[in-house]
Nanobody, 118 residues
Framework: QVQLVESGGGLVTAGGSLRLSCTASGIAFSSNTMGWYRQAPGKQRELVASLSRRGVTNYADSVKGRFTISRDNTENAVYLQMSSLKPEDTAVYYC????????????WGRGTQVTVSS
């Protein structure tokens, strides 16, 4: 059974930092591109950052220079370090795993709420 479990969300004031974690089980972690997405109320889910198994990163323009994605293949974990947070970063943040060998093997966590107060 595939599980992606996020943690680390919470309430923070603008300018603050949070570190999100996602632990995966039931997948060949090193064969997956791992990503963080977010969805704010009334908006579509959007890519925040992704990290390929070869270490290639991709960031949304809105978070470049403020967020850093990393992974630990020995722990089956992916992280999102968020700094200089803004109220517009408020959203539910979801972890995603996309197997590079099978497009159908795409999995989501249940999400963790991040709220940034002004």
């Amino acid at each position: 059974q595939v599980q992606l479990v996020e943690s680390g969300g919470g309430l923070v004031t603008a300018g603050g930092s949070l570190r999100l974690s996602c632990t995966a089980s039931g997948i060949a972690f090193s064969s997956n591109t791992m990503g963080w997405y977010r969805q704010a109320p009334g908006k579509q889910r959007e890519l925040v950052a992704s990290l390929s198994r070869r270490g290639v990163t991709n960031y949304a323009d809105s978070v470049k220079g403020r967020f850093t994605i990393s992974r630990d293949n020995t722990e089956n974990a992916v992280y999102l370090q968020m700094s200089s947070l803004k109220p517009e970063d408020t959203a539910v943040y979801y972890c995603n795993a996309q197997n590079v060998y099978s497009r159908n093997a795409n999995y989501w966590g249940r999400g963790t709420q991040v709220t940034v107060s002004s």
